[in-house]
């Protein structure tokens, strides 16, 4: 499973602005609603109900903000990135910077997992999270993730 296979061009925000985490995934989920059409107020409460049960974000710099929807018939995702850093309450209290989103259907089981589990693998990589932060705009982040996704 690839992620280009769920991250279109257009859900990529290279320089997201908000300070807090719901602004962080309303900016995300805005992206994610001109390509999926879905409502980005409903998409906002399903994720902020998830991470009342536990933040997602993993340290490091990161976060994968996920959630399930009944209303979705696929898997979506979006990414942004925030220079800055924005206080996500991950696990190792420093700033997240990298925000990978993730929408499952309601019965969705393997495929949501195996891409949560994929995304964390790649994240791994020193290099690859260094050459997300310093791509210039969001055609520079897909054509990052394009050549990991294609090598790992």
């Known amino acids: 499973m690839r992620i280009l296979d769920n991250l279109k061009t257009e859900a ?3 320089e ?3 300070t807090d985490k719901k602004g962080v995934l309303q900016e995300l989920t805005a992206a994610l609603a001109q390509v999926s059409g879905m409502d980005p107020d409903e998409m906002v409460q399903v994720l902020m109900e998830r991470e009342r049960l536990g933040s997602t974000g993993i340290g490091g710099g990161i976060a994968i903000p996920h959630g399930k929807m009944k209303s979705l018939k696929s898997l979506l995702m979006g990414f942004g990135r925030s220079r800055a850093g924005v206080d996500f309450d991950a696990m190792d209290g420093k700033r997240t910077h990298l925000f990978f989103l993730l929408l499952a259907p309601e019965d969705s089981t393997g495929g949501h997992l195996k891409m949560l589990a994929r995304i964390s693998r ?3 990589n ?3 999270k260094e050459r997300l932060m310093n791509a210039a705009d969001g055609q520079e ?3 990052v993730i394009e050549k990991e996704d294609k090598e790992f």
Do not use: M, P, S
Request: no cysteine; hydrophobic share 75%.
């Open 126 to 128: 020193t290099v690859f």
């Open 12 to 14: 990529i925000v290279a």
């Open 16 to 18: 997201l602005h908000a």
């Open 141 to 143: 982040l897909y054509a």
């Open 122 to 124: 790649l994240l791994k």
